[in-house]
């Protein structure tokens, strides 16, 4: 099984194939996401520090080309099955946004 690294806060192991969202969620970290896992909003983004989060689907890749200014190490955590060992930084969080975070993606 992988392991998840959330940079600064804990090391988790996940199944595999597991939505990288819901991965993040359920190791207990705060992490911002509104749209319910349909690659509609950025609010979910992480960056990868290390690992391979595999390629974008047409969705994701679609919705991060209308943003600018974004490295190609940010990805949307909704779109990102866990397959290998990852490290991301969690980028947006609810808490600090003062919005809470939407429905929570499907598995």
Do not use: F, W
Request: aromatic share 0%.
């Amino acid at each position: 099984m992988p392991s998840l690294t959330i940079d600064g806060e804990k090391t988790v192991v996940v199944d595999a194939g597991k939505k990288l969202v819901l991965a993040i969620e359920d190791a207990g970290i705060d992490l911002l996401h509104r749209c319910g896992g349909n690659a509609r909003c950025t609010t979910c983004r992480v960056e990868i520090l290390d690992g391979d989060p595999g390629a974008m689907n047409d969705a994701e890749k679609a919705r991060l080309e209308r943003e600018t200014g974004l490295t190609p190490a940010i990805r949307l955590s909704c779109q990102i099955t866990v397959e290998g060992d990852l490290t991301v930084r969690v980028l947006n969080r609810s808490s600090t946004s003062g919005t809470p975070a939407g429905p929570r993606p499907m598995d």
